[in-house]
């Protein structure tokens, strides 16, 4: 149980272009959906906090405008990345949280890679 | 605020070997700690957490961590390394209640010699 879905797993897309990334999940609801970056030999960057119905929450320093997150239903959340440069190039990666034992668990998607040319 | 610190960037230990991989945290409210595995190109896989009650604890494929608060520590250990440890390890802790939101280590990577 509690698996997250992510599509796509990997995109490559022109400079300029929009990419939308979807983030599921697939046996449980999910009121709350994150949203993280890695780069390459890095730790994940939390870049915003999704809340099923409301506007998302998003960490100092992410431009809201340009990583634009919509979490429509219980299951899915997605984050588009307007106007994508090679600098959004980046490994992203959404997680769901499940109540387990009277605690909040994060469990997370498999991960989208990201190349912008 | 939160934050964790995962001295150094790779450990490399010999197929059976014991497994040590350091994480300290600082937290003003008591925390919940975590360790995830990651594997190259894929998303995080938690190995095992503390919340409350017993301080060590037990998780998948062998490994456990002990919570130790006077040392500010949740080192993560296997008694012996399978060559399919062989990933990126992630120490990260939340604060309890509702918002679950994570602060991760920078991560170490486990490398296993045959």
């Known amino acids: 149980g509690a698996v997250v879905s992510q599509h796509p797993s990997w995109v490559i897309c022109k400079s300029g272009t929009s990419v939308k990334i979807e983030c599921r999940s697939l046996?449980?609801?999910?009121?709350?959906m994150f949203w993280y970056r890695q780069f390459p030999k890095q730790s994940l960057m939390l870049m915003a906090t999704s809340n099923e119905g409301s506007k998302a929450t998003y960490e100092q320093g992410v431009e809201k405008d340009k990583f634009l997150i919509n979490h429509a239903s219980l299951t899915l959340s997605t984050l588009t990345v307007t106007s994508a440069h090679p600098e959004d190039s980046s490994f992203y990666i959404c997680?769901?949280?499940?109540?387990?034992?009277?605690?909040?668990?994060?469990?997370f998607g498999p991960g989208t890679r990201l190349t912008v040319l | 605020a939160q934050s964790v610190t995962q001295l150094g960037s790779h450990v490399s230990v010999s197929e059976g070997a014991l497994v040590l991989l350091r994480c300290n945290y600082s937290s003003s409210v008591p925390p919940y700690l975590f360790w995830y595995v990651q594997y190259p190109n894929q998303g995080l896989q938690l190995l095992l957490k503390?919340?409350?009650?017993?301080?060590l604890v037990k998780g998948i494929n062998g490994f456990e961590a002990e919570f130790k608060k006077s040392e500010t520590s949740f080192h993560l250990t296997k008694p012996s390394a399978h060559m399919s440890d062989a990933a990126e390890y992630f120490c990260a802790v939340s604060r309890t209640g509702a918002n679950s939101k994570l602060t991760f280590g920078k991560g170490i990577t486990l490398s296993v010699r045959p």
């Open positions: 503390y919340t409350t009650g017993a301080t």
């Open positions: 046996d449980f609801q999910a009121t709350t």
């Open positions: 997680s769901a949280t499940f109540r387990v034992k009277s605690v909040n668990e994060q469990f």
